[in-house]
């Protein structure tokens, strides 16, 4: 099944904000060349996100307050104290169930702003090797919806203060789209695919690292709107990044980061 809209996956306002998505070279040549768009597996990117931080509250709270001193309307939830104490086994089951549950979905992270961010090309690209692939929302759903086989959700992350603050419960994908208030200003658009059993999420054929995940068809003409190199990405590099556009037909604006203090940024 191709993109599909989902009532937990929230568009930004503006559908055609401009988004970006941080690739090093290997994998933004398999996007070009393969029309694949590489979706990680969550159990890799995601440790500061739902899957288990943002039960902590909730969990915590129900672990130690006695089914007397409830608050009224809480209280009423449940029938008795034998309620209250397996909807509190309940709850520790299902935070181990969503840590689980992270090796069946995988993500493509992307990221809201008119400029790429030098923060974030420090967090995906440490070696400063690769480039920034600027699309809009509206694209990345049109770009993905030619997949054929799982549903493809795409999403305005919500950030929220675990300490006092917890995810909704109820359904699978709520934590997909959860982090850490410590990361909002990542602005992150989030596209997802869940798939059963969870090793179907292979590791990604003829790329390096341990990192499993799944390609999920595109098209590159749709999806790029332009190619901005890192500055520290060598004169050949940058060459090869023409070259694969080329030969895949793609007249796509091509340009270094800006150098001056860096990188350009979102801020």
Not at 51 to 71: H, M, Y
Not at 106 to 128: F, I, K, Q, T
């Given at each position: 099944m191709p993109y599909r809209d989902h009532p937990f996956f929230q568009p930004p306002d503006d559908p055609d904000v401009r988004v970006w998505l941080y690739l090093d070279l290997p994998?933004?040549?398999?996007?070009?060349?393969?029309?694949?768009?590489?979706?990680?597996?969550?159990?890799?990117?995601?440790?500061?996100?739902?899957?288990?931080?943002?039960?902590?509250?909730?969990?915590?709270?129900?672990?130690?307050?006695?089914?007397?001193?409830?608050?009224?309307?809480?209280?009423?939830?449940?029938?008795?104290?034998?309620?209250?104490?397996?909807?509190?086994?309940?709850?520790?089951?299902?935070?181990?169930?969503?840590?689980?549950?992270?090796?069946?979905?995988?993500?493509?992270?992307?990221?809201?702003?008119?400029?790429?961010?030098?923060?974030?090309?420090?967090?995906?690209?440490?070696?400063?090797?690769?480039?920034?692939?600027?699309?809009?929302?509206?694209?990345?759903?049109?770009?993905?919806?030619?997949?054929?086989?799982?549903?493809?959700?795409?999403?305005?992350?919500?950030?929220?203060?675990?300490?006092?603050?917890?995810?909704?419960?109820?359904?699978?994908?709520?934590?997909?789209l959860h982090k850490r208030w410590v990361f909002r200003h990542e602005r992150e658009v989030r596209a997802a695919v869940m798939r059963l059993p969870a090793p179907a999420l292979t590791d990604h054929p003829g790329l390096d690292g341990p990192a499993g995940g799944l390609d999920v068809t595109c098209d590159p003409e749709t999806l790029i709107e332009q190619v901005v190199v890192s500055p520290s990405t060598t004169a050949d590099s940058a060459d090869g990044v023409r070259e694969a556009l080329g030969h895949a037909g793609l007249d796509t604006d091509v340009r270094y980061a800006a150098a001056a203090g860096g990188l350009t940024s979102n801020e």
């Open positions: 994998r933004f040549l398999s996007l070009v060349e393969r029309q694949a768009l590489f979706f990680v597996r969550a159990d890799t990117v995601c440790e500061d996100d739902g899957f288990d931080k943002g039960l902590e509250p909730t969990a915590r709270a129900l672990e130690t307050i006695p089914f007397r001193q409830l608050d009224p309307e809480v209280g009423a939830l449940f029938r008795s104290k034998y309620d209250f104490d397996n909807f509190r086994k309940m709850l520790k089951d299902l935070r181990a169930y969503l840590f689980m549950m992270r090796r069946n979905f995988a993500v493509s992270c992307w990221h809201m702003g008119e400029a790429d961010s030098a923060d974030l090309w420090r967090h995906y690209l440490p070696s400063g090797d690769g480039v920034a692939v600027a699309s809009t929302f509206r694209r990345l759903c049109r770009a993905v919806d030619r997949h054929g086989e799982d549903p493809v959700h795409v999403g305005v992350v919500r950030y929220l203060r675990y300490e006092d603050e917890h995810i909704p419960i109820g359904n699978l994908l709520y934590p997909v």
